[in-house]
C-alpha cells in the first residue's frame, strides 16, 4: 500500500503536503534500515546448517596400516570421498540416515606426524576433518613378535640420505648401555647396567621419568602398543623390564613409570621379552588380551598376564634358553612361542598352555630365532619358517608348524647373533636373510676368538647376494629398516650400510663397545654404548 494511503488510515483525514512530506522522511528511514535487516536474516536461512560428524578407528597408525573413517549427519543417499592430506584414499555412499563406513589404507610415504583425514560429502557439500597420527613404532625387542629386525613401515631415513645422519642427542647414564633400545609414543624407553629403567623424550633428550628396579638391565624392555580397536582399553600397564639379578624379576609399568606390578623368575634374566600385544577376539593367546612371555637362565619359560603380572603358564626347557620370538596363525586360530638354547635344542610351545609342540637338536649352539613368512618356496606354514645361526658356522630353518628341516647353509664362520631377515623387493615375503658371524670359524677352545666379522646377506635359497668384512672382534644384534643394515660393534662405532649392496653409508664413533642393537623409527636411529650413553640421530631438517 503506498505510503501516502497508510498516512490517511492512521489520521482519517487528508492532511497538507508539508505534514506528509515531514511524515515520509522517518517512515522511509524505518524502511530503509529493515533492508538489510531482513537481508542478514534471509541469507544464512538458504544454507543447511551441516550436522555432519566424522571418527576414526583407529585414529592412529603406520604406513601401510589400516583405519577406517566413520561418517554421521551427511546427505542421505550421497557420495561421500575420503581424503588424507587432499588425496582420495576411500569413497562410500551414505544411509538413508545419512551415515558411511569406509576402511582406508593409510599412504605407505605418509611420514610421522599428524595428518588430516577428511570426509567430503559429494552432493551436501558436507566438509569434516579429523587428525591422523601416524608412527612407526618400534614397540619391542627386534621389532616385531617374530624378532625378524625389521622395521618394514619407516620411511624417513633411508638409502638416499642415511649418509646425512646427525647425532640429536646422547643421554648419560650411570652404566653400560646393552639393553636395546624401544620406542613408543614419542618417548625411548632402555634399560642400562646401573640398575635404571629410563624413559626419554625422542624430541628433547629430556628425561620423563627413571625407575631404579633390582638388578642390571641387560634385556630389551618391551611396550605394549594400543589394543585392536574391537578391544577395550584393557590395563594401564603398557611397559614391561626384566633384570638380570639373582632372582631375575620381571617389571611391569605404566606409561609415567610407576610399577604396577613385580614378579620373579627364579634365575638371572639377560634375554629380552616377547610380548604378543591384545589381538581381536579370535587370535590366541586370549580374546584381547596380551601375553609377554619370558625365559631365565634355569630354562624356564613364563607367561605373564600384562595388566597384572599373573602367572598364566609355565614351561621347562633343557639349557640356558635364548631371547623367545613368537608367530601367531590366523588361519588356525594358534599362537606359537619359538626359543632355542645352549644345549642346541630348539622348541615350538603353545602360547595358550606352554605345552611343548616338538622340539629338534642342531649342532653347535644356536642363536635367539626370528620366525617369518614367506621365506622358502615351499608352501608357507602357517606357523611361519624359523630361523637362526650357530655358533658352528650354520643357518637352520624349520618348519614352525612340523618341526621339519626346511633349509641348511653355512655361514663360513661362527653366527652368534640372531639374524635379520627383510623384505627387499617389498612383495610382502621375507626374501633375505643378514647374518653377522666371524671369519676365522666356529668358536671353541681349540679355536681364538674371532679377529674380524663379516656380514653376509643370502637369498631365499641360501645363495650369498654380498659379504663384507667389519674391523671387530664382535657385535650387535643387526637391524634393517628402510634399505638399510644397522649394526653395532665392539670398534665402538654404529654402522649403516645398504642393505641391497653391503655399501657402507654411515658410521659414528662412540667411546664404548656398541653391544645395544639399535632401532630405526619415526626417523630417529637409537642405541646405547658401554660408553655409558644412549645416543639418537636424525636426518636434520
Request: glycine fraction near 12%; include cysteine.
Amino acid at each position: 500500500m503506498p505510503a501516502k494511503d497508510r498516512g490517511r488510515r492512521m489520521t482519517g483525514r487528508a492532511r497538507p503536503s508539508v505534514r506528509r512530506g515531514r511524515n515520509l522522511v522517518p517512515l522511509l528511514a524505518v524502511t530503509l534500515l529493515l533492508v538489510p535487516v531482513v537481508s542478514a536474516v534471509a541469507g544464512p536461512a538458504a544454507v543447511r546448517p551441516s550436522a555432519a560428524t566424522l571418527s576414526l578407528s583407529p585414529n592412529f597408525g603406520h604406513p601401510q596400516g589400516s583405519s577406517t573413517a566413520n561418517g554421521k549427519g551427511f546427505g542421505v543417499s550421497e557420495t561421500v570421498r575420503v581424503l588424507f592430506d587432499g588425496a582420495l584414499v576411500a569413497t562410500a555412499s551414505t544411509s538413508s540416515a545419512g551415515a558411511f563406513s569406509a576402511p582406508f589404507t593409510v599412504p605407505t610415504a605418509a611420514q610421522p606426524g599428524t595428518h588430516k583425514v577428511t570426509a567430503e560429502g559429494l552432493s551436501s557439500g558436507d566438509q569434516v576433518e579429523k587428525n591422523f597420527l601416524v608412527r612407526t613404532s618400534w614397540s619391542q625387542f627386534r621389532f616385531d613378535v617374530g624378532h625378524t629386525g625389521l622395521n618394514p613401515y619407516e620411511n624417513t631415513v633411508g638409502v638416499a640420505n642415511a649418509p646425512t645422519l646427525t647425532e640429536s642427542w646422547s643421554r648419560k647414564t650411570g652404566g653400560a648401555v646393552q639393553s636395546a633400545p624401544t620406542f613408543f609414543g614419542g618417548v625411548v624407553i632402555v634399560g642400562s647396567n646401573d640398575h635404571a629403567l629410563r624413559g626419554i623424550v625422542a624430541t628433547t633428550d629430556k628425561l620423563k621419568w627413571s625407575d631404579t628396579l633390582d638388578g642390571p638391565i641387560l634385556a630389551a624392555p618391551a611396550e605394549e602398543p594400543p589394543p585392536d580397536p574391537d578391544c577395550p582399553a584393557g590395563s594401564p600397564i603398557k611397559i614391561f623390564a626384566a633384570t638380570d639379578s639373582s632372582v631375575g624379576s620381571v617389571y611391569g609399568l605404566d606409561t609415567s613409570g610407576r610399577v604396577g606390578w613385580h614378579a620373579t623368575m627364579g634365575a638371572r634374566v639377560t634375554s629380552s621379552i616377547l610380548d604378543f600385544a591384545p589381538g581381536p577376539p579370535t587370535i590366541p593367546p586370549g580374546p584381547c588380551r596380551g601375553l609377554i612371555v619370558v625365559a631365565d637362565h634355569s630354562g624356564l619359560i613364563r607367561a605373564f598376564d600384562p595388566g597384572t603380572g599373573d602367572v598364566v603358564w609355565s614351561a621347562q626347557v633343557a639349557g640356558v634358553p635364548t631371547t623367545p620370538a613368537g608367530s601367531v596363525d590366523t588361519q588356525d586360530d594358534a599362537a606359537f612361542v619359538f626359543v632355542t638354547t645352549n644345549k642346541g635344542h630348539l622348541y615350538a610351545l603353545d602360547a595358550v598352555d606352554g605345552s611343548i609342540l616338538w622340539s629338534a637338536t642342531v649342532s653347535g649352539v644356536p642363536t635367539s630365532p626370528a620366525v617369518t613368512h614367506g621365506f622358502n618356496p615351499q608352501p608357507d606354514p602357517p606357523a611361519g619358517d624359523v630361523v637362526f645361526g650357530t655358533n658352528a658356522g650354520s643357518v637352520w630353518t624349520f618348519d614352525g608348524n612340523t618341526g621339519g628341516l626346511v633349509n641348511l647353509w653355512s655361514a663360513g664362520g661362527a653366527v652368534t647373533k640372531a639374524p635379520a631377515i627383510g623384505d627387499v623387493n617389498g612383495d610382502g615375503s621375507a626374501d633375505v636373510v643378514l647374518v653377522a658371524h666371524s671369519s676365522t670359524g666356529a668358536r671353541g677352545a681349540a679355536r681364538p676368538l674371532p679377529t674380524a666379522v663379516e656380514l653376509t646377506a643370502f637369498n631365499a635359497d641360501g645363495s650369498v647376494i654380498w659379504t663384507r668384512s667389519q674391523a671387530a672382534a664382535d657385535n650387535s644384534v643387526p637391524a634393517l629398516a628402510n634399505g638399510l643394515v644397522l649394526i653395532g660393534s665392539d670398534d665402538h662405532r654404529i654402522h649403516v650400510d645398504d642393505w641391497a649392496t653391503g655399501a657402507p653409508l654411515y658410521s659414528f664413533a662412540t667411546k664404548g663397545d656398541v653391544r645395544s642393537s639399535p632401532m630405526l623409527a619415526d626417523g630417529r636411529l637409537v642405541f646405547g654404548s658401554n660408553d655409558e650413553h644412549v645416543y639418537e640421530f636424525v636426518i636434520p631438517d
